[in-house]
Structure formats: structure tokens, C-alpha cells
């Protein structure tokens, strides 16, 4: 049996310092994704920290030197609407990585997550494949996302999300025990139109300037 990996909690000042800001619903746009693009530099930061290294020789102005680089490439996978509003501080830490889409719509009926969007580029045993979404709600579509990745023999599969909810994690982790997954809060529940309380509402809608009626699944 696999050994469930522990979620990581980023409990760093500038990580927290930027939640507040986040989760704040007087926080203006212009604000909010300010520290959207900073907190992530920070998430993705730790996602990537364990990742195996190769050493490189370089000149530096005066003379040659040893360096160390991340064996393999890495590939970000934003979860359509709102995963993208990662993206920029995703491309702030990790400037080389590729970039894949998945598209996903939620039955408000049921919180189950529908693809309307699939765009993975090719994926080696040395590829690391990270899927963000901000909010990991009821996991539906993080679930969704690994479980169609699951024959895909990447180097490693992770997630990276802001914000999570325990029966999220608990739906990945049942399946998923290999994924590392790393948050900067995990809150206290879901309410039964299966957002995160206390949570920071709508991240796509904030991050957007749009309001609300949009149907792009979160979590």
C-alpha cells in the first residue's frame, strides 16, 4: 500500500501575510492579484523544492563554476477558469516550465466536475506534472484530472492549490496517496453549495473582475 504523502502547508510570513489579503472581501482587483501572483511564487517555490538536481558548469564573469539545475522539465496544468489565475506567479518561479489546459465546468445540481477542455503536451518518465486550482473544494476536479492522468508515467504528479477543504484532500488522498499537495491554509469545511468556509469566495471571479455567473468548477 502506498503511503499517503502528507499535505504541506506553506506557513511562511509572506505566504500568510498575502492570504489575509486574499480572503479580505474589501481586497480591490488590482490587489487581490497582486498577492495571487506573489502567494503562488511562493507555492509553487515549495512545490518544486524536493525535485532532484544535476550539476552544470557555467562561466561566471571571472572564471568557470559548478551550478545545479532541476533534472527533467516541469509542466504546469491550470485548471480552467481559475486555476489560470496562477499562472503568472506559477511562470515567476519556474520560468522554463511547459504549460498544459484542462478545462472544466460545474453542475451546480451536483458539484461534479464536466471537461469541456484537454490540452496535455507529451509527458516523460523525467516530467514533473503540477495541477493547480486555487480553491480544493470537494476535489472533484483535481480528482478528475489525475484519474485521467493515471496511465501517464510522469516523474511525478503534484497539486497546488491556495486554499483546501478536508473532504477535498481526503477525496484525492483516497485515491491518489503519491500526490504531493501543497496549500497555504487548509480551512475548516464545505457548505452545502460545496464552497470552502471560511475560504475567500469566488478566486476566478476575483481574480477576473466577473460576477459570478460563471460555471467554471472550483475544486
Known amino acids: ?6 499535505v504541506v ?18 481586497t480591490q482587483i488590482e490587489v487581490f492579484r497582486f498577492h495571487s501572483n506573489r502567494i503562488c511564487q511562493w507555492l509553487f517555490a515549495e512545490a518544486v523544492r524536493d525535485l532532484p538536481m544535476e550539476a552544470v558548469k557555467i562561466q561566471t564573469p571571472l572564471s568557470q563554476a559548478q551550478a545545479k539545475v532541476v533534472a527533467g522539465d516541469v509542466m504546469i496544468v491550470p ?22 489546459f484542462v478545462g472544466l465546468k460545474r453542475d451546480e445540481n451536483t458539484a461534479i466536475a464536466e471537461q469541456y477542455y484537454w ?11 503540477i495541477i493547480t486550482d486555487p480553491m480544493l473544494a470537494t476535489g472533484g476536479s ?12 510522469a516523474a511525478s504528479k503534484r497539486v497546488v ?30 457548505n452545502r453549495q460545496a464552497y470552502i468556509v471560511p475560504g475567500l469566495g469566488d478566486y476566478g471571479d476575483r481574480y477576473c473582475g466577473t460576477d459570478g455567473n460563471q460555471a467554471e468548477m472550483s475544486g
Do not use: H
Open 1 to 6: 500500500m502506498t503511503k499517503t504523502k502528507p
Open 9 to 26: 502547508i506553506v506557513d511562511q510570513a509572506m505566504v500568510q501575510d498575502s492570504l489575509r489579503y486574499l480572503r479580505d472581501k474589501e
Open 79 to 100: 485548471i480552467l477558469r481559475a486555476g489560470v489565475a496562477m499562472l503568472a506567479g506559477a511562470l515567476q518561479a519556474l520560468p522554463y516550465a511547459r504549460i498544459g
Open 119 to 129: 490540452n496535455i503536451p507529451s509527458v516523460t518518465n523525467k516530467t514533473t506534472i
Open 142 to 153: 483535481i480528482w478528475y484530472v489525475l484519474d485521467r492522468l493515471r496511465g501517464v508515467e
Open 161 to 190: 492549490c491556495v486554499v483546501a477543504a478536508p473532504e477535498g484532500l481526503a477525496k484525492v488522498q483516497a485515491d491518489f496517496p503519491e500526490v504531493k499537495i501543497v496549500t497555504a491554509a487548509v480551512d475548516k469545511r464545505l
